[in-house]
């Protein structure tokens, strides 16, 4: 089988109310576009109807597909498991809520054909458009800790955490067979890992719309992640890049 060019990975966890909706634009889109695709939604440990419902969208659509497995292991653990699964030249993980939109895929796209290995959505930015902002705490908290990743581990990198990322596949592998966190601080982990191993990282401006339904909780998440940031900054380079984990079997 050819390669496709693009792979999206969806983690998913408990999106039952939305996950439908998310398939079909993305098949909308995708379907409109003359790159080749393919879409692997990564269900993490799902106890609602989410795994039925995708299952069911896939039987209809092969260039779909399902991984999923239980229990619960956090939204790093499924991103990196869809990351090293997808198969395709250049590998985008999209939040299951499509908080950045399918189509500003094509304001990434540019970035890998001029030369950088990866390239990430910006929402701090000023040419990007929060059309739906987050509350102002969460939008606050949010400034405070990308602050705090700049001056601890990733200088001039304004957004880590936005769900909207792409790889070339090689630096995917290469990154994401590094990782080690399982929960919400997996974005900076891989950014870091990716700037320790020499990549070229495009910080990209994009149209941005809160949705609600987050699952990070502010004070446990948030707390982890400012633990998990300083261990990082406290790693040695070699001792961040020495773990390597195999990929997934599909």
């Known amino acids: 089988m050819t390669v496709p060019d693009l792979a999206v990975v969806v983690p998913a966890y408990n999106e039952e109310h939305r996950i439908e909706k998310t398939l079909i634009r993305l098949r909308e889109y995708l379907s409109a576009q003359k790159y080749t695709w393919s879409v692997l939604v990564v269900s993490d440990g799902s106890n609602d109807q989410t795994n039925a419902i995708v299952r069911e969208f896939c039987s209809e659509n092969p260039e779909f597909q399902l991984h999923d497995y239980s229990p619960n292991r956090g939204k790093g653990y499924a991103v990196r498991t869809g990351m090293l699964m997808a198969d395709a030249r250049m590998v985008l993980f999209s939040d299951a809520d499509l908080a950045a939109p399918i189509e500003e895929i094509e304001k990434l796209l540019p970035m890998i054909e001029q030369g950088y290995d990866v390239a990430i959505g910006s929402r701090p930015l000023k040419e990007s458009q929060l059309e739906v902002r987050q509350p102002w705490y969460r939008e606050m908290l949010g400034r405070t800790f990308n602050t705090a990743v700049q001056i601890l581990a990733i200088r001039g990198i304004q957004d880590t955490q936005c769900g909207f990322k792409l790889f070339r596949k090689p630096v995917s592998d290469d990154v994401f067979s590094r990782c080690k966190l ?69």
């Open 182 to 250: 399982e929960r919400f601080s997996f974005d900076f982990e891989a950014l870091l890992i990716a700037r320790d191993l020499g990549y070229k990282i495009a910080e990209v401006p994009i149209v941005w719309r809160h949705q609600e339904g987050s699952k990070v909780s502010l004070l446990r998440d948030g707390t982890r992640m400012m633990v998990d940031l300083v261990k990082l900054r406290m790693m040695g380079k070699a001792q961040r890049l020495k773990h390597i984990i195999e990929p997934k079997e599909s």
